[in-house]
């Protein structure tokens, strides 16, 4: 008998987490819908204004020649083709010897 109540219990429970998942998913859905209704609108006046529909990229991470952190390429130091964190990295890569006074 324990074991039957116990089952109709899970049941229970079960029928109430998924309504909550549903639920949870519908509103998420409808906050999309709504998302993508407010960007329609907004690239169809972009479109009228002659802009272009393209997303708005991230500026990318470039890797600093000297020590290897990565900074965002606008912010980054270009120095005989290579990017840098600083401005005292580029200057240490630039004073650095090359070809046979590397040696």
């Known amino acids: ?3 039957f109540i116990l089952l109709i219990f899970l049941f229970f429970v079960t029928q109430w987490l998924l309504k909550k998942l549903r639920r949870a998913n519908e509103r998420a ?3 999309a819908r709504d998302a993508a209704d407010g960007a329609r609108s907004t690239n169809s ?5 002659g802009a272009t529909d393209a997303p708005q990229l991230p500026d990318p991470l ?3 020649t000297q020590c290897g952190v990565h900074t ?3 912010e980054s130091i ?3 083709g290579e990017r840098f964190c600083c401005n005292e990295h580029a200057r240490r890569y630039a004073a650095r010897p090359t ?4 040696r």
Do not use: E, K, L, Y
């Open 1 to 3: 008998m324990r074991n």
């Open 99 to 102: 070809g046979r006074d590397a």
């Open 72 to 74: 965002p390429r606008s």
């Open 78 to 80: 270009v120095v005989a």
């Open 29 to 31: 859905q409808a906050g």
């Open 45 to 49: 006046t972009r479109a009228r204004n």
């Open 62 to 64: 470039i890797r600093c």
